[in-house]
């Protein structure tokens, strides 16, 4: 089943148009990744599904459901939760504040929050040893993984993930690719962003090639690894 369906979308930024008309689908079940250099338009694609930027010429449909014009918390309800780019984790808020707000717009509360809270921790056991902490004192890789797992207190259906790998060290980027299908094995479908195009297209069932605005190619995840002009522009050849 189609999920999410994005139809010939167009953003701009003042005058300046980033997205030109990108299409794309992902199925229930899911890993698709975008990937692409940078200003290649991924961010503001993830940033227009989750609704905090607003659709010039297009359309994207949930489930069926044409949520174009949708505010972003009742997509929140709906299920599509993104954890963003550069972490947006609250600095001054402890580790376990910071997870809470993820149930925040759903308004989960007692056991099934408790649930929630312990299987974030299992699926991150660096989280459970820090929360009580406060988020600005974390590591980037910690804040990175509080960012997902707070997504994840949402109880999305489709998990947006902006550069999850961002400006972390080689063991951990493994981690969280990793933390990525088992996620997904839980039935979360993703969409993921990603300028490590490698470990994107490993971890991925699908991918799309984004440039300036446009979808230049697309294919199954191991298809595009092999590519050989995937490989030349985008995988270090
Ligand atoms: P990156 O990996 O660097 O985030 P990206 O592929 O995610 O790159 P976007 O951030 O979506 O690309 O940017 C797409 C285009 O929109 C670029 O040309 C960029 O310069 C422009 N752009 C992005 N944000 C803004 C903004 N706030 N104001 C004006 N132009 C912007």
């Known amino acids: 089943m189609t999920l999410l369906e994005v139809r010939d979308l167009h953003v701009f930024y003042g005058r300046i148009e980033a997205i030109k008309g990108v299409s ?3 199925n229930e079940g899911e890993i698709v990744t975008l990937i692409g250099a940078n200003g290649a338009g991924k961010t503001t694609t ?3 599904i989750s609704g905090v930027r607003t659709v010039a010429e297009g359309s994207i449909f ?5 949520i174009t014009k949708m505010a972003p918390h009742d997509r929140v309800k709906r299920g599509i939760c993104q954890a963003p780019e550069g972490r947006g984790i609250f600095p001054g808020m402890t580790v376990r504040e910071n997870l809470d707000m993820g149930t925040y717009v ?3 509360k007692g056991p099934q929050k408790a649930k929630d809270l312990e ?3 299992h699926l991150f056991p660096r989280l459970r040893e820090r929360i009580g902490q406060m988020g600005g004192t974390l590591s980037g890789g910690e804040q990175q993984m509080l960012a997902i797992g707070r997504a994840l207190m949402s109880k999305p259906r489709l998990l ?3 550069e999850p790998s961002m400006g972390l060290a080689p063991m951990l980027i ?6 990525i299908k088992e996620i997904n094995a839980d039935g979360i479908s993703v969409l993921l962003v990603e300028q ?3 470990q994107a297209l490993k971890t991925a069932h699908r991918g799309y090639v984004l440039e300036t605005g446009y979808v230049v190619k697309t294919g199954a995840g191991s298809d595009l690894l092999v590519d050989p002009a995937v490989r030349a522009a985008y995988l270090g050849g």
């Open 24 to 26: 794309f689908t992902l």
């Open 46 to 48: 993830l940033r227009t």
């Open 62 to 66: 949930f489930e069926g459901e044409d």
């Open 106 to 108: 759903r308004g989960d």
């Open 119 to 121: 299987h974030v921790m």
């Open 160 to 162: 947006l993930l902006d």
């Open 174 to 179: 493994a981690q969280i690719f990793t933390i």
């Open 196 to 198: 490590n195009a490698t």
